[in-house]
Each structure stands twice: as structure tokens, then as C-alpha cells.
T-cell receptor
């Protein structure tokens, strides 16, 4: 069963435009959610997690339990945001990753 | 501090061969895990370990074995390689389960 869904494989936005990467999850318990990012020729790295309620590189993500969503948002996209983004769910001791969204920011 | 290292970077196997993918970390992390990444599938957890001597199965464990005899090392063994195991394999570690996971550079495996 797919526990994490990222409906967009590819997303393109213009520089300075708002960006939203969607993530929906399926889990009956209290979810712990994360966003990971992989920039070109770099390793996969943590961007942010919902329990920290932090903003990293201008990105934020709010957990919406009613809609079972954890969308990643940034008000003004930058070219350096172009990367592959993965949403991940932690249940018990196991992580479940979505299939990823490739974001391209057009200059 | 080398972080998470993986060897080899690339490997070609014939069906039925066995091999071990190496993963090591020098950060004294308790939690280590192995993922495979296939096109359109994202990362899927194969096995994980919450500490030395403790391992457990993830989402796709069949055809793979792991052991955790030391805190630093977490090798992944393919017992009898199959073409379906062609993939990119990532090792990751974190100090605790809910802390930041640090990923290795990946091992690209081709099974013919």
C-alpha cells in the first residue's frame, strides 16, 4: 500500500514565483513527516521535518491531519531550488518515501 | 569525518552470483538503513538496524541479508543476484531514529 504520494513527477516554475510541492500520506497513527532534497550531483539530505516547525532555505511545510497532507511551500522560488524533492513518513522504525518531485526553476 | 561511505560505486553481476555492498559511518550513529531506488518507485527500505546486533526487515527485504556486528558497519548481502535487483542502493545513518538521516553516495548495481 502506497503510504506516501507525491502526485507531481515534474514541476516547473519561474524564478520569483511561489512553489508548492504536494505530499499526501496514509497512516492511521500520529505521523512523523520529513522532506528530503537531492541537488544535482549531491547526496540526499534532510530539508525539514514537521516536528521542528522550522523554515529552511525559505521552505515551510505544515502538517494537515484532516487532509493527510504535508505540502512543501516557498513564496519565491530561486534557481538554486532546482532539485529532486522527496516526502518521507516515519512509522514505527521504518521510513516510507514518496516517488519524488523534480522541481525546475526557470530563470 | 568521512560521513557515510559506500563501496563499490558500481558493480555488474551475473544472475546467481552473490556479493556484499559495504556501508560504514564514523559518526557513532545508532540507526542505519539500506534503501533501493528504482525509476518511478522512490526509495524503498530494505533492512534497518537500531543498534549493533539488532536488525530488522523493511518494506522489500527478500533476497537480501544484513548484519550489524559493529556500530560503524552495516553490510548488505545479495545471496543470489537476480535481474530484479538491478537498482541504485543507498545506505543511511542517523544518531537516533528520528534525527537527521545522512545518506551515502549510492551503489549502482546491474544484474545481467
Amino acid at each position: 500500500a502506497q503510504r506516501v504520494t507525491q502526485p507531481e513527477k515534474l514541476l516547473s516554475v519561474f524564478k520569483g514565483a511561489p512553489v508548492e510541492l504536494k505530499c499526501n500520506y496514509s497512516y492511521s497513527g500520529s505521523p512523523e513527516l520529513f522532506w528530503y532534497v537531492q541537488y544535482s550531483r549531491q547526496r540526499l539530505q534532510l530539508l525539514l521535518r514537521h516536528i521542528s516547525r522550522e523554515s529552511i532555505k525559505g521552505f515551510t511545510a505544515d502538517l494537515n491531519k484532516g487532509e493527510t497532507s504535508f505540502h512543501l511551500k516557498k513564496p519565491f522560488a530561486q534557481e538554486e531550488d532546482s532539485a529532486m524533492y522527496y516526502c518521507a513518513l516515519l512509522t514505527g522504525n521504518q521510513f516510507y518515501f514518496g516517488t519524488g518531485t523534480s522541481l525546475t526553476v526557470i530563470p | 569525518n568521512a560521513g557515510v561511505t559506500q563501496t563499490p560505486k558500481f558493480q555488474v553481476l551475473k544472475t546467481g552470483q552473490s556479493m556484499t555492498l559495504q556501508c560504514a559511518q564514523d559518526m557513532n550513529h545508532e540507526y542505519m538503513s539500506w534503501y533501493r531506488q528504482d525509476p518511478g518507485m522512490g526509495l524503498r527500505l530494505i533492512h534497518y538496524s537500531v543498534g549493533a546486533g539488532i536488525t530488522d526487515q523493511g518494506e522489500v527485504p527478500n533476497g537480501y541479508n544484513v548484519s550489524r556486528s559493529t556500530t560503524e558497519d552495516f553490510p548488505l548481502r545479495l545471496l543470489s543476484a537476480a535481474p530484479s535487483q538491478t537498482s541504485v542502493y543507498f545506505c543511511a545513518s542517523s544518531y537516533r531514529l528520528r534525527e537527521t538521516q545522512y545518506f551515502g553516495p549510492g551503489t549502482r548495481l546491474l544484474v545481467l
